[in-house]
């Protein structure tokens, strides 16, 4: 699998997402309660480990005192998987991501972005201060720094009027987050229009991309869906999965097949 260029980090052309392990499932409340049971810690670590032996060298995972003591462990046996922390804040607190964003650093990320949700927010309500202003923290802390959207519109404001190393893009934009930030479990929608303005966007991108949801958070066909990634992915853009190995324990290792196949095979 070819390494790509994200601000001085290396990164894996397959990168490994973490809503699986906090029990983000998008599929309804029975999947959810499914993946918090099985991912347990060390089945969590598990999973970081079959990623590693099977060529991805990059996990984007969020910013909360669970992830953050898996990682610990994780590095502490062996690990080496690089980090790019999802900077989210807790519930309740918006301005919490101020402190996990340090906190992040600290612990050894080696790049952060904004949560997806709380970009689409500050963007609908024009409050483009907390956009910049977590740039500037990013930079201040010397780390590789980008922002998630679903809103296509969010990042055509973010690439024209600041200079990123990444840009993190959902293929699908579920939900309306200008009222709300964070998750919305219920009324979600998958069009694949909303694919199409994502796509043309990400063309546009001056720093590279992260397609993410790329399956519609497993709600669409996975062929067709890989297909749509090898002809839309640029140099240096990745792409990010979430796993599920209780489903099928070769999942990881199949999908890394399907993306040299897909995808590197095709822009090689």
């Known amino acids: ?102 906190g992040a650093v600290e612990l050894g990320a080696t790049g952060v972005y904004l949560h997806g949700g709380v970009v ?3 963007f609908a309500n024009g409050r483009f201060e907390v956009l910049r202003d977590f740039l500037q923290q990013a930079r201040d802390l010397g780390s590789i720094a980008g922002f998630a959207a679903h809103n296509p519109e969010a990042l055509t404001w973010i690439n024209e009027n600041m200079e990123v190393d990444f840009h993190m893009c959902s293929y699908y934009n579920p939900t309306d987050r200008s009222q709300h930030a964070g998750h919305i479990a219920t009324g979600e929608k998958w069009d694949d229009e909303d694919r199409a ?6 063309a546009t991108l001056k720093a590279p991309a992260v397609h993410y949801k790329v399956f519609a958070a497993g709600n669409k066909p996975i062929l067709p869906a890989f297909e749509v990634i090898g002809a839309n992915m640029r140099e240096n853009d990745v792409a990010l999965l979430g796993f599920f190995p209780k489903d099928d324990p070769e999942m990881i290792a199949k999908d890394v097949a399907l993306f040299d196949e897909h995808v590197d095979a095709v822009s090689a």
């Open 1 to 102: 699998m070819r390494l790509r260029t994200i601000g001085t980090a290396q990164v894996s052309g397959l990168c490994i997402g973490g809503n699986p392990f906090s029990g983000f499932s998008h599929q309804g409340d029975e999947r959810t309660k499914e993946m918090l049971d099985y991912y347990t810690p060390e089945n969590i670590k598990a999973t970081l480990r079959m990623a590693e032996e099977n060529g991805i060298n990059t996990f984007f995972g969020r910013t909360d005192d669970h992830i953050f003591g898996i990682l610990r462990e994780y590095w502490d046996e062996g690990g080496t998987i690089q980090w790019f922390a999802q900077v989210s804040p807790s519930r309740g607190e918006p301005d919490s991501w101020r402190k996990w964003l340090p």
């Open 197 to 202: 303005k994502m796509l043309a966007v990400i």
């Open 120 to 122: 689409d927010n500050n």
